[in-house]
T-cell receptor
């Protein structure tokens, strides 16, 4: 039931773009994105809801394809501060209390 | 506002010992969660509490028990610790379960020898 994330790891130079993908085998109610810096707690980035609603940080861009049960996080003009591990979390349709199940994470390193 | 606090920050146990991890939030949130984080595995949900008075199993509940003591506090107990429970444990809270941002505590690093 854990969502799949790709790539597992990516290295970027400052200013480059990256896309992180998240997919599920089950119909989804929503997709959540979090970033965790080394040694710190995960921090919320964005939630995308079935039907098109979303909320989160204005500088973060993401998409949610309900039919394909996939979401993508777009990081443009990357900065050193973007480095960290990115987790997607999915809420599966039909489960009680709609708990969030997180994927294994994508490690992003931005170098000068 | 302290947000979500966890105690202790670090703990070393011997196999078979028991301990309780404490979590408290001051944001008046209804829902609280316990996760464990292991390298390459992401965040795995152990137990959660959708509201005061309710608890439910997550992905990996075996070997753990929880208590939602009141709206603010949600504790995680290891009755008989095993080396496989060596991990970083995060507590989180949200206004409610669905469609809501989760706020995470700083984590507890637990080692079981």
């Amino acid at each position: 039931q854990q969502p799949v994330q790709s790539p597992q790891a990516v290295i970027l130079r400052e200013g480059e773009d990256a896309v992180i993908n998240c997919s599920s085998s089950k119909a989804l109610y929503s997709v959540h994105w979090y970033r965790q810096k080394h040694g710190e707690a995960p921090v919320f980035l964005m939630i995308l809801l079935k039907g098109g609603e979303q909320k989160g940080h204005e500088k973060i861009s993401a998409s949610f394809n309900e039919k394909k049960q996939q979401s993508s996080l777009y990081l443009t003009a990357s900065q050193l501060s973007y480095s960290g591990t990115y987790f997607c979390g999915t809420e599966v349709m039909g489960t009680s209390y709609d708990k969030v199940i997180f994927g294994p994470g994508t490690s992003l390193s931005v170098i000068p | 506002n302290a947000g979500v606090t966890q105690t202790p920050k670090f703990q070393v146990l011997k196999t078979g010992q028991s301990m309780t991890l404490q979590c408290a939030q001051d944001m008046n949130h209804n829902s609280m969660y316990w996760y464990r984080q292991d390298p390459g595995m992401g965040l795995r949900l152990i137990y959660y509490s959708a509201s005061e008075g309710t608890t439910d199993k997550g992905e990996v509940p075996n070997g753990y028990n929880v208590s939602r003591l009141n709206k603010r506090e949600f504790s995680l107990r290891l009755e008989s610790a095993a080396p496989s429970q060596t991990s970083v444990y995060f507590c989180a809270s949200s206004p409610r379960t669905s469609w809501n941002e989760q706020f995470f505590g700083p984590g507890t690093r637990l080692t079981v020898l």
